[in-house]
């Protein structure tokens, strides 16, 4: 696909799970509305081989192993679809230009790569944003390698769309930030230095361990055809110390070291005074082609591209003090409410972002804030559709200015 327009599109990773996907690995019973939902849905979305989903799904109880692995598949196919639709009906040109198959595969972005590393055991449940909840691992000895968890669904993905794949992968970092760091922390309690230097040490190294193992993941993606990954760092502020800022930027670096591909990174959940905590220890991550961040959960749902109509873009004016040349991924959908901007509003924050950013219009990316597991599937499709919408509405009037 040739991304060389203005304002090209992006998901983030995550889509809805449908119900029909997340029950029979509950060993709960399909209803009738689990699977009037998978038929809308595949004609909705013109799903191939839909009808042979809908003839498993009508088993509704005592799913083998593999017709649950037949049911993820499908569910990979739907959110496939959702991202090339994107826009039917509010654009003339629908889809995404970047796509993924929605994380249908992985249990969430955390447990997925913690279960399929050496080193962790599972310790209970945390509770996240929009009452999910997650499994929260200690290390107990330093991680080691086990398989390859992301390269199942990047073959089945590339194999069922032609547009161009970005593979999302769960950083060092917040594998970190989200773990009991019992090994690490004992080891550097032997040492003599001072309580907050052992602390950082700590969470240094047990952070390069990890990002060393997350090298080989992603090197075996590219042999096997990735050439787009997104680096995912929510947890990129957790840590606010100079020192640990500057840890966000060299595990990045310990990441992709030696590999040749696009690299973004996607971070969100940014503290009250926005990105610029991180700046400009971010610039040094050295392979980073394009940065993806959120804006739209900051900002307000009016007309305009002035300072005072978009008071959730302020940190973008940082790429441009920095002279920032490079990709830029702008979150125009608040994710974590259903409340939804109309298409104007959308394209007024895309066209604001390129006007403080002084951004060539092609490498400003258009994308949700973050990934959308949290919402329906018909809010989901909507904000998707907003973002195809409200990008293209952006082209026509930059074209017409």
């Not at 839909?50 to 005592?62: C, I």
Request: charged content about 30%; aromatic content about 10%.
């Amino acid at each position: 696909m040739n991304l060389s327009r203005s304002f090209p599109t992006q998901e983030i990773g995550s889509l809805p799970k449908f119900s029909w996907r997340t029950k029979p690995f509950r060993q709960m019973r399909l209803e009738d509305a689990d699977l009037v939902s998978a038929k809308v849905w595949g004609d909705k979305l013109q799903v191939p081989a839909r009808d042979e989903l809908l003839k498993l799904l009508s088993k509704r109880a005592g799913f083998t192993e593999e017709e649950r692995l037949a049911i993820v598949d499908f569910s990979l196919l739907y959110a496939i679809r959702m991202g090339e639709t994107a826009g039917s009906g509010l654009a003339l040109r629908q889809g995404l230009d970047l796509v993924w198959s929605g994380e249908q595969a992985r249990t969430e972005m955390y447990e997925t790569p913690v279960s399929n590393i050496g080193g962790f055991e599972f310790i209970g449940r945390v509770r996240s944003f929009d009452n999910k909840y997650w499994r929260m691992a200690s290390i107990r000895s330093p991680p080691a390698y086990r398989n390859n968890y992301h390269v199942d669904e990047l073959l089945f993905t590339q194999k069922h769309t032609r547009r161009k794949v970005k593979v999302p992968v769960t950083d060092a970092i917040t594998i970190m930030a989200w773990s009991d760091n019992h090994y690490y922390t004992s080891k550097w309690a032997k040492e003599k230095v001072s309580p907050l230097e052992r602390s950082f040490n700590a969470r240094r190294e047990f952070t390069l361990d990890l990002a060393r193992i997350i090298r080989k993941v992603i090197r075996e993606l590219i042999a096997r055809g990735a050439d787009e990954v997104q680096i995912d760092i929510p947890a990129a502020t957790q840590y606010q110390s100079r020192e640990d800022i500057g840890l966000v930027a060299e595990a990045f670096n310990e990441t992709t070291k030696g590999l040749a591909a696009t690299f973004s990174v996607h971070s969100c959940f940014p503290p009250r005074v926005g990105y610029g905590m991180l700046f400009p220890e971010i610039l040094e991550m050295k392979k980073c082609e394009r940065f993806s961040f959120e804006y739209g959960n900051r900002d307000g749902y009016g007309r305009g591209v002035s300072d005072e109509a978009r008071p959730g873009f302020a940190d973008l004016k940082l790429f441009r003090e920095y002279g920032y040349q490079k990709g830029l991924g702008v979150g125009v959908i608040h994710i974590h409410t259903d409340r939804l901007p109309s298409v104007d509003v959308v394209a007024d924050r895309v066209l604001y972002s390129a006007k403080v950013t002084e951004l060539d219009p092609r490498l400003l990316y258009v994308n949700p804030d973050c990934g959308l597991r949290t919402r329906r599937p018909e809010v989901a499709q909507s904000m998707l559709d907003l973002v195809v919408a409200g990008a293209e509405k952006a082209r026509g009037d930059l074209s017409s200015a």
